[in-house]
C-alpha cells in the first residue's frame, strides 16, 4: 500500500486518482479577533471573564467537544472562503494542508480567537460519516464492503509500537469507529477496502484526509456540497 513504517499513517498513491478532504474549521459569529486563543487562554485561567472580549462568552470557545460542532454561534468556514479573504492558498506549491496553512492568519502566539483550526490528524464526526456514505456509494457491495482500519502509534501516546491497532469489518460499522472507546475519538489514520479499490490515509501531522481510488468516486468528493476536497498536483 505504501512504503514507510506507517509511523504517522500509511500515504497511498493515487488508485489511480486522488484528492484531499480539508478538515473541517469554524467561524463564531464575532469573527476572528485580534486577541490569539493561546493569550486568551491564558487571560481566563488568569481569572478573566467574558470582559476580555465584549461579546464572546469563555464557553464559547472552551465549551466544545473535540470533533463536534463547536456550538450555535459557530458556522463551518470553507477553506476556499478564508483562501480568498486572506490570499493565502489553501497550500503552498511543494506543501501540504497543515499548521502551515494560512500563514498570514498566524499571530504570535496562534490563531485568532474567533476561528477554530482544523483538526490534525482527525476527521470532524460529520465529515467522517459524510466520507462513509460516499464511499458506500462508490463501492459494488454498499454497506457490507469489508475493510481495515489502522491506527498509528501516535495516537496511542507512541506507547504502542508493537501492538499495532488493526481492526476489520465492514462500511456499515465504520461510522461507530468514532466513539470506538480504545481509539480516544480519533477516527482511523488508515481506512482501506479489502480489494484495494480505494484507501484513504489521516496523517497524524495533517490538516487533511487522502483519499485515493476510482475517478468517479474522486470527482463525487470533489462536487460534494459539504466535504470540500481538492486536487493537489504535487501531492497526487
Given at each position: 500500500m505504501a512504503g514507510d513504517d506507517g509511523l504517522t499513517g500509511f500515504m497511498p498513491p493515487p488508485l489511480p486518482d486522488a484528492a484531499w478532504v480539508l478538515h473541517s474549521m469554524y467561524e463564531h459569529e464575532l469573527g476572528p479577533t485580534d486577541v490569539s486563543f493561546a493569550e486568551y487562554q491564558r487571560a481566563v485561567l488568569n481569572g478573566s471573564g467574558p470582559d476580555i472580549i465584549p461579546g464572546l462568552?469563555?464557553?464559547?470557545?472552551?465549551?466544545?467537544?473535540p470533533g463536534e460542532h463547536p456550538g450555535p454561534r459557530w458556522r463551518r468556514l470553507r477553506w476556499a472562503e478564508l483562501s480568498q479573504r486572506t490570499g493565502d492558498p489553501v497550500a503552498h506549491e511543494g506543501q501540504l494542508p497543515s499548521y502551515r496553512s494560512f500563514p498570514s492568519l498566524r499571530m504570535p502566539s496562534g490563531?485568532?480567537?474567533?476561528?477554530?483550526?482544523?483538526?490534525?490528524?482527525?476527521?470532524?464526526?460529520?465529515?467522517?460519516?459524510?466520507?462513509?456514505?460516499?464511499?458506500?456509494?462508490?463501492?459494488?457491495?454498499?454497506?457490507?464492503?469489508?475493510?481495515?482500519?489502522?491506527?498509528?502509534?501516535?495516537?496511542?501516546?507512541?506507547?504502542?509500537?508493537?501492538?499495532?491497532?488493526?481492526?476489520?469489518?465492514?462500511?456499515?460499522?465504520?461510522?461507530?469507529?468514532?466513539?470506538?472507546?480504545?481509539?480516544?475519538?480519533?477516527?482511523?489514520?488508515?481506512?482501506?477496502?479489502?480489494?484495494?479499490?480505494?484507501?484513504?490515509?489521516?496523517?497524524?501531522?495533517?490538516?487533511?484526509?487522502?483519499?485515493?481510488?476510482?475517478?468517479?468516486?474522486?470527482?463525487?468528493?470533489?462536487?460534494?456540497?459539504?466535504?470540500?476536497?481538492?486536487?493537489?498536483?504535487?501531492?497526487?
Amino acid at each position: 500500500m505504501a512504503g514507510d513504517d506507517g509511523l504517522t499513517g500509511f500515504m497511498p498513491p493515487p488508485l489511480p486518482d486522488a484528492a484531499w478532504v480539508l478538515h473541517s474549521m469554524y467561524e463564531h459569529e464575532l469573527g476572528p479577533t485580534d486577541v490569539s486563543f493561546a493569550e486568551y487562554q491564558r487571560a481566563v485561567l488568569n481569572g478573566s471573564g467574558p470582559d476580555i472580549i465584549p461579546g464572546l462568552d469563555p464557553a464559547d470557545i472552551f465549551g466544545g467537544t473535540p470533533g463536534e460542532h463547536p456550538g450555535p454561534r459557530w458556522r463551518r468556514l470553507r477553506w476556499a472562503e478564508l483562501s480568498q479573504r486572506t490570499g493565502d492558498p489553501v497550500a503552498h506549491e511543494g506543501q501540504l494542508p497543515s499548521y502551515r496553512s494560512f500563514p498570514s492568519l498566524r499571530m504570535p502566539s496562534g490563531w485568532p480567537v474567533g476561528i477554530t483550526g482544523p483538526a490534525e490528524g482527525s476527521l470532524d464526526r460529520t465529515d467522517w460519516n459524510r466520507l462513509i456514505d460516499i464511499l458506500t456509494e462508490h463501492s459494488p457491495q454498499g454497506a457490507e464492503t469489508t475493510c481495515l482500519a489502522y491506527y498509528n502509534p501516535l495516537l496511542h501516546g507512541a506507547t504502542e509500537f508493537h501492538n499495532l491497532h488493526v481492526r476489520a469489518g465492514t462500511l456499515a460499522d465504520a461510522k461507530a469507529l468514532y466513539d470506538h472507546p480504545d481509539e480516544d475519538g480519533w477516527t482511523p489514520s488508515n481506512l482501506w477496502a479489502r480489494n484495494r479499490a480505494w484507501v484513504l490515509c489521516t496523517d497524524y501531522d495533517l490538516w487533511a484526509t487522502k483519499v485515493a481510488g476510482p475517478t468517479p468516486l474522486i470527482d463525487t468528493l470533489l462536487n460534494d456540497t459539504h466535504i470540500e476536497a481538492i486536487r493537489l498536483p504535487w501531492a497526487f
